[in-house]
């Protein structure tokens, strides 16, 4: 089963992430795509990207579901394996407050993380799962 990772390509912060996401999916389970790019058009996901409420997608391709918010950031844990998994106890939180935490990250990403100017350059491991 593979998953598809769409994220904020101009955010500082969410190519910090994901370089380090392609790093702990030892699995190989993950594929990377910007939200402002060709793939994430072709799938009606560009319109997920926003500065003021999150920044991330993620797309399972076996059934074709949708997650969004906390609950992207859940679903990628399952799809890493142990012992990433494990966060899915946060699913006990109710999802507006997980919601609300992610929210409240994703609206002050920018002026925390800066807004990438350029593109910066990706690992290995990252160029490998981009689609």
């Not at 918010?69 to 966060?87: D, R």
């Not at 006990?92 to 990403?109: C, E, F, M, Q, T």
Request: a positive charge.
């Amino acid at each position: 089963m593979h998953w598809v990772v769409f994220f904020d390509g101009e955010c500082a912060f969410c190519s910090r992430s994901i370089r380090l996401l392609a790093r702990l999916d030892r699995l190989d389970h993950i594929r990377l795509s910007p939200l402002q790019g060709p793939f994430a058009t072709e799938k009606g996901l560009g319109r997920y990207a926003s500065e003021a409420d999150g920044s991330m997608v993620v797309f399972r391709e076996s059934d074709g579901v949708v997650f969004t918010h906390s609950s992207g950031v859940l679903e990628m844990a399952m799809a890493l394996g142990f012992p990433w998994n494990l966060f899915a106890i946060f699913s006990l939180v109710p999802k507006s407050i997980r919601d609300g935490i992610y929210k409240w990250i994703a609206g002050n990403r920018y002026r925390w993380f800066g807004k990438a100017d350029a593109c910066q350059l990706p690992t290995e491991d990252v160029v490998r799962r981009l689609v």
